[in-house]
């Protein structure tokens, strides 16, 4: 098959003719028609360039039209009178200059205020327009094709003119195009009707001048008649193509606000990156306590985006409008800026007129409208954005006041426009960011979190008081369901049962145990009993650590003393402590320190029951309460064993140690507890332990006055609000882990010499739980820990004989300086050990110390003895730490044969 076979089946067929000026009429008249009904129902779209372009697509709706006519006419012979469409084809003509100084008119009316009549088009068209209206009135008019072919044939004007006509109508378009374009660099346009004209320029006028001269160089080319099917093939191909070219122009325009149809630049489509960074910017500014947290997320949000530079968002906020902890006293060049930018706006005419009516001001679309339709308000939008030097002004106006505004910088996005759905979304932002700036101005967020943070610890500290309460509550309550008071007689140097009850209070026969702590205290008594003939009563505690009241009478004859045994009472345990009791509000602890596990395992582990000890017993019981934070001021020996203790009767799970060292900047050990930025700290790629660690562990921050004026404020802001930020980071994490502390500086001193930061120390201050140094303390409350201590060795040790030190003795111990309660233990053992020859004690205490026996539960059974034979709980605890009998059996001082028996009884393999 021929080409020219090919181009007569297919483009040049006079059907594929018709239906390409069909679709090109059809496409023209809608857009038209959708024009006219934009115009009808928007008051604001400009009028003069709508009735231009309608003008120039109603022209070219009747040239296609005109088409049509004479493929119907010569192809399908419909009836129609020459004559006629002779008159209705010159009159195509004349619109077609029409069209062209239309179009003109537009191109020009686009770069001119108020689309300005530009004289030069008029002269320019003007001949054309005369001449074609004289041959539609006075031209010749010839009845059929043959009369009209043969008069073309001739020399005459119109037909010498008729090749011509398009190059001109070009002419007329670009010269006045030309003139414009040249004039525009030197006057502010908008950048939106630059935009514009290219788009008109580039996708619709050169596109069309080019297909027009192409189609006129074909016809001279051919220098001849055409043939029928070639000229439809042209005309057909190029009608297609100049109607695309229209229409895709036409949409490009209109994205633009042409005609001002649109209040914003269209939308290029829907944007899913802002719905996924909108959902994560929300919990930053949820978290946000001041200025330089808002204005970092806002700069990282407007920039992620909306695809903007690098640093040409800013946030300027009214200062009054913040709280005095957002207000730094050493400002940054940013929020000097800032502040500068702000004190502009609020100076600024157009703020007085209101600028709570308009929600946003973006440069592009306030210019657009002030080229066509000059207003004072629109002129001092523009003089404000200059003055900011601004491309988008975004008010935050929170109660009818603006106390922010957001800010881009010109040129932050040089090549795109800000759509209707980009403008949407920055008024979406700056409503919250108002509902924020609002709350940080009655400083509600710092306090709603402090509050927060306060009442997660005060009710956990009320849960633990009321589960020590109950715990008290039941032991009482199951003592009186089974009330036993027992009865012994002493008489003739004899202790005689006379009740059951007694054999089950006390579990010991004292006329062969004279060395047993409930032996020695029953004598006691006794002997007070005898030597002033009155009653009396004494407290004691057994090697299982529950107490006993034992009150003495003598008979009525006189000879024997009666001894009456029952668990005390919850008053009887008050009035012990009440008298050495500073506070006396503090009754219900001490209670808890008798009548609780946790105060059980206190009392086992920290000797003395002078007011000192409990004092300190009572602050340490307390401190155990709830997630706060301590502040340990305790002799280093004694640290490591307070920790286990608090360890174990607080909600702790987990207890992880660590030590800061002197630094010159950021050091390990405080990467390793808050983390650090990873950029910046590329080397540490370990997470902080506040995020690792579970919730209720304690974390022991030793020499906590080494940290960092950087990490002193980290920790400052984890214990007010739960939260903690990495090093170098505004990143927030939540953390649920108890913080311990000890330092041996004193904090005051630093804090004078603004070395240590005077809020953390405060913080600090209102936990403390403080125990002077053994040779600091009161010369009676070294003798009374001296003496428990005795004790506790009696009840744990059972020695052979009754002993105990005399004041030379003490005095020996308190002459070698001890500093803490371990080295006071560690050398009454050693003085016991030489004055009773039994050497085995040396030898637990080392088994105790090979064993690592800071575990409270450990100490507590070492204290019970072989009656921690009787707790399967705590046979179970011993065999998981220590794993083999020998070592249980010499710890309890029990054959191995008998803890034998008590493992397999209770399944422990």
């Not at 009161?778 to 009754?802: D, F, G, K, S, Y």
Request: proline share 4%.
């Amino acid at each position: 098959m021929s080409i020219s076979s090919f181009i007569h089946m297919t483009i040049g067929s006079d059907l594929v003719h018709l239906g390409a000026h069909i679709f090109a009429a059809l496409v023209k008249g809608l857009l038209a028609i959708g024009l006219l009904y934009i115009g009808l129902s928007k008051r604001k779209t400009f009028k003069t360039p709508l009735i231009l372009l309608v003008i120039v697509l109603t022209c070219m709706f009747y040239e296609d039209v005109i088409w049509i006519l004479r493929i119907l006419r010569t192809v399908w012979h419909i009836a129609l009178d020459y004559k006629i469409y002779l008159v209705l084809m010159r009159l195509a003509w004349v619109m077609t200059t029409i069209r062209f100084q239309a179009l003109a008119h537009l191109v020009t009316g686009l770069t001119s205020r108020g689309f300005k009549a530009n004289r030069l088009v008029y002269i320019l068209g003007a001949p054309l327009t005369i001449i074609y209206a004289y041959f539609l009135f006075f031209g010749p008019m010839h009845s059929t094709l043959s009369q009209r072919g043969a008069y073309m044939q001739t020399r005459n004007l119109e037909s010498f003119l008729m090749p011509w006509i398009t190059l001109y109508s070009i002419i007329c378009i670009l010269i006045p195009l030309f003139l414009s374009i040249r004039r525009m660099p030197r006057h502010n346009f908008p950048r939106l009707v630059k935009k514009q004209l290219f788009s008109l320029v580039g996708f619709y006028i050169i596109p069309y001048a080019v297909l027009e001269c192409v189609q006129n160089a074909i016809h001279f080319m051919l220098m001849g008649p055409i043939p029928n099917y070639i000229d439809n093939g042209i005309s057909g191909l190029f009608a297609i193509i100049s109607t695309l070219a229209l229409y895709i122009c036409t949409k490009r325009i209109f994205h633009l606000r042409f005609l001002n149809v649109k209040k914003n630049v269209s939308p290029s489509g829907y944007r899913l990156e802002f719905v996924r960074q909108f959902r994560h910017v929300l919990d930053r500014l949820g978290q946000a306590l001041h200025y330089l947290e808002l204005n970092l997320v806002t700069r990282t949000f407007f920039s992620e985006s909306f695809r903007l530079q690098e640093r040409t968002t800013s946030l300027c906020v009214d200062p009054h409008a913040l709280p005095e902890s957002s207000n730094l006293t050493e400002q940054s060049y940013d929020q000097l800026l800032a502040n500068r930018k702000m004190q502009t706006f609020y100076e600024s005419e157009h703020r007085k007129l209101g600028l709570s009516k308009a929600s946003i001001l973006i440069r592009d679309e306030i210019e657009f409208d002030h080229f066509y339709n000059p207003i004072k308000s629109s002129q001092e939008s523009i003089n404000l954005l200059d003055e900011l030097h601004a491309d988008v002004l975004i008010p935050i106006i929170h109660k009818q006041r603006t106390i922010g505004i957001i800010v881009i910088d010109h040129n932050a996005r040089p090549n795109k426009f800000f759509d209707g759905h980009e403008r949407d979304e920055m008024i979406l932002f700056a409503g919250y960011m108002a509902k924020i700036i609002g709350a940080l101005e009655k400083n509600n967020i710092v306090e709603l979190m402090r509050k927060e943070k306060d009442a997660r610890d005060q009710l956990a500290i009320r849960c633990q008081e009321i589960e020590h309460y109950r715990e008290s509550l039941l032991s009482f309550i199951g003592e009186r369901d089974q009330r036993r008071i027992g009865i012994i007689i002493y008489r003739y140097k004899k202790f005689t049962f006379e009740n059951k009850e007694a054999r089950e209070l006390i579990d010991i026969d004292p006329n062969l145990h004279k060395n047993d702590i409930i032996a020695i205290a029953l004598n006691a008594v006794t002997q007070q009993v005898e030597q002033y003939q009155a009653p009396v009563q004494k407290l004691i505690s057994q090697s299982n650590s529950e107490k006993l009241h034992i009150k003495g009478i003598c008979s009525m004859d006189k000879k024997s003393v009666i001894l009456i045994i029952h668990r005390p009472e919850a008053i009887e345990l008050v009035q012990k402590n009440m008298s050495r009791l500073r506070n006396p509000a503090d009754w219900n602890h001490a209670l808890y320190l008798e009548t609780t596990h946790a105060g059980r395992m206190i009392n086992a582990t920290i000797p003395g029951s002078c007011q000192v000890m409990l004092t300190f017993k009572i602050d340490l019981f307390k401190a155990s309460f709830g997630s706060g934070v301590i502040l340990l001021d305790v002799p280093s020996q004694d640290t490591q064993t307070v920790l286990n203790l608090l360890q174990q009767i607080s909600v702790g799970q987990e207890l992880h140690n660590i030590t800061i060292t002197p630094p010159d900047s950021e050091t390990d050990q405080a990467l390793a507890i808050f983390g650090g930025h990873p950029l910046i700290y590329a080397h540490n790629n370990k997470d902080p332990l506040l995020s690792t660690l579970r919730a209720g562990s304690i974390l022991f921050i030793d020499q906590v006055h080494n940290l960092t004026a950087s990490a002193q404020q980290h920790l400052l802001e984890f214990l007010e609000y739960g939260y903690f930020c990495p090093l170098r980071s505004d990143r927030k994490i939540m953390s649920d882990v108890k913080i311990i502390c000890s330092t041996h500086a004193d904090l005051k001193e630093l804090v004078k010499q603004k070395k240590f930061n005077a809020r953390l120390h405060q913080r600090l201050d209102e936990s403390v739980v403080r125990l002077q140094s053994f040779p600091k303390l009161p010369i009676e409350a070294q003798h009374n820990i001296m003496n428990h201590i005795v004790e506790q060795l009696l009840t744990e040790t059972a020695p052979n004989r009754l002993f105990s030190l005399d004041d030379v003795e003490m005095q020996k111990i308190l002459d070698r300086h001890p500093t803490s309660l371990k080295e006071v233990q560690s050398l009454i053992l050693k003085t016991i050990a030489l004055k009773t020859d039994n050497p085995d004690l040396l030898d637990q205490q080392r088994i105790n110390e090979q064993l690592g026996l800071n575990n409270p539960d450990i100490l507590l059974a070492a204290r019970l003895g072989k009656h921690a034979l009787k707790d399967p709980k705590l046979m179970n605890t011993l065999w998981s730490t220590l794993r083999s009998q020998t070592k249980i059996a010499k710890l309890l001082g029990v054959n191995r044969s008998s803890v034998n028996r008590r493992c397999k009884e209770y399944s422990l393999q």
